[in-house]
């Protein structure tokens, strides 16, 4: 079975913080995304990568960075958190020939 | 550009009715994948059915079933007598052929279903 994994379910965070969201997969997919997930607004794509090192942007990118050194480590990066950061953030990995993503279990990020 | 919607924002039913999860999808595409993804409350979204632009027909799958149909750009989830166990969140999604399906996955905004004992 595909595992995705997020380092943390919830975080407390403080303006101004910066945070690190970090993202393992087992499975040896070069595809890894950042979603941010908003009541109403369903899914949105903030990065994707497609390899190690490499990174595109996706639908909401501003206020976020990305690290990808490792393949199966993929980091979302908050350098400045802000209130309208608060939100739950789901990573996903996949293969590029499949289309199919598997999913984290979600970290749900307060900043105060 | 692609784009799906779920008209339903939320849906409540009573436990053994049937209640079914619109979802209309937008592409140029010719191929293309259409997804259900269902999100309980522990937050992780799991996969429930994958399906490929050239197959229109439809699919059951226990007390699940899926009415695909391009001519409406339609592809709707069915659940057959829910249980509480089916409250959950279920987004449709949308995956472009290209040189990589990551790049064109597309969700919609989801639908809250509760059911209710």
């Known amino acids: 079975d595909v595992k995705v994994t997020q380092s943390s379910r919830y975080l407390v965070k403080r303006t101004g913080e910066k945070v690190f969201l970090e993202c393992v997969q087992d499975?040896?997919?070069?595809?890894m995304f950042w979603y941010r997930q908003d009541p109403g607004l369903g899914l949105r794509l903030i990065y994707f990568?497609?390899?190690?090192?490499?990174?595109e942007k996706g639908d909401i990118p501003e206020g976020y960075s990305v690290s990808r050194e490792k393949k199966e480590r993929f980091s979302l990066i908050l350098e400045s958190a802000s209130t309208n950061q608060t939100s739950m953030y789901l990573c996903?990995?996949?293969?590029?020939?499949?289309?199919?993503?598997?999913f984290g279990q979600g970290t749900r990020l307060t900043v105060v | 550009a692609q784009k799906v919607t779920q008209a339903q924002t939320e849906i409540s039913v009573v436990e053994k009715e049937d209640v079914t999860l619109d979802c209309v999808y937008e592409?140029?595409?010719?191929?293309?994948?259409l997804f259900w993804y269902k999100q309980p409350p522990s937050g992780e979204l799991v996969f429930l059915i994958r399906?490929?632009?050239?197959?229109?027909q439809n699919e059951i799958s226990g007390r699940y079933s899926w009415n695909f149909q391009k001519s409406t750009s339609s592809f709707n989830f069915t659940i057959t007598a829910s249980q509480v166990v089916d409250s959950a969140v279920y987004f449709c999604?949308?995956?472009?052929?290209?040189?990589?399906?990551?790049?064109?996955?597309?969700f919609g905004p989801g639908t809250r279903l509760s059911v209710l004992p």
């Open positions: 996903a990995s996949s293969l590029p020939a499949v289309p199919e993503a598997f």
């Open positions: 499975m040896d997919h070069e595809n």
């Open positions: 990568s497609y390899d190690v090192k490499m990174k």
């Open positions: 592409t140029r595409d010719t191929t293309y994948y």
């Open positions: 399906r490929n632009s050239f197959d229109e």
């Open positions: 999604a949308l995956s472009e052929a290209g040189r990589n399906y990551g790049q064109n996955f597309v």
